[in-house]
């Protein structure tokens, strides 16, 4: 069963920020909290990663609570490709186990 | 494209009939995951392989087997084929142990039809 929680769906505006959240309060020390995202009929992309503290890459900033129990995937400047389902998932820094995938949340952008 | 190489990309076969899925993982991977996705559903983990030895189990069939040889890469055999097996079939790899939390690189996907 997927260890984290996440909107079935979002929608937003084209070149507004959009923030989603996900939910993975039993999440352990060595949980690394990762950031995929699936374009229709693709394989699932690699976004961003954390620990701990906020990450930012070319395509998106983490920001993760202090406690590590939620996190929000933060899109500065959605466009009409950022339309996907995106996926929040706890991948163990000392051997994967069944990494399970949840539903995601699919981000509608609008014109 | 993330390095991680699935054929064939699309296959159409009867019910009952075997095939068997192929994946070259990203070069220096050691661990080999298998997924399916039905239209417009989740993907659901099926196994997983770390340097030739099964590492986790998901929800596979027992009419599905997968290996992962000493080349590192992976088949995944489908067998008895049933409607119901229709779905695209990804394959991912990951680097064991580089200590960053295991980033997971997919492949395009195998489309299954089964009519």
């Known amino acids: 069963d997927a260890k984290t929680t996440q909107p079935n769906s979002m929608e937003s505006n084209e070149e507004e920020p959009v923030h989603l959240p996900c939910n993975h309060s039993?999440?352990?020390?060595?949980?690394?909290i990762h950031w995929y995202r699936q374009l229709p009929s693709q394989g699932p992309e690699y976004v961003i990663h954390?620990?701990?503290s906020n990450v930012n890459n070319r395509m998106a900033s983490l920001a993760i609570a202090e406690d590590r129990k939620s996190s929000t995937l933060i899109l500065h400047r959605a466009t009409l490709r950022d339309a996907a389902v995106y996926y929040c998932?706890?991948?163990?820094?000392?051997?994967?186990?069944?990494?399970?995938f949840g539903t995601g949340t699919r981000l509608t952008i609008i014109p | 494209d993330s390095g991680v190489t699935q054929t064939p990309k699309h296959l159409i076969t009867a019910t009952g009939q075997r095939v068997t899925l192929r994946c070259s993982p990203r070069?220096?991977?050691?661990?080999v995951y298998w997924y399916q996705q039905s239209l417009d559903q989740g993907l659901q983990f099926l196994i997983q392989?770390?340097?030739?030895?099964?590492?986790a189990k998901g929800n596979i069939l027992e009419r599905f087997s997968a290996q992962q040889f000493p080349d590192l890469h992976s088949e995944l055999n489908l067998s008895s084929l049933e409607l119901g097996d229709s779905a695209l079939y990804f394959c991912?790899?990951?680097?064991?142990?580089?200590?960053?939390?295991?980033?997971?690189?997919f492949g395009e996907g195998s489309w299954l039809t089964v009519v």
């Open positions: 998932i706890l991948i163990s820094n000392f051997g994967n186990e069944k990494l399970t």
């Open positions: 954390g620990l701990t």
């Open positions: 991912a790899s990951s680097a064991e142990g580089d200590r960053i939390g295991n980033t997971i690189y």
């Open positions: 070069s220096g991977d050691l661990s």
């Open positions: 039993t999440i352990s020390g060595t949980d690394y």
């Open positions: 392989y770390y340097n030739g030895e099964e590492r």
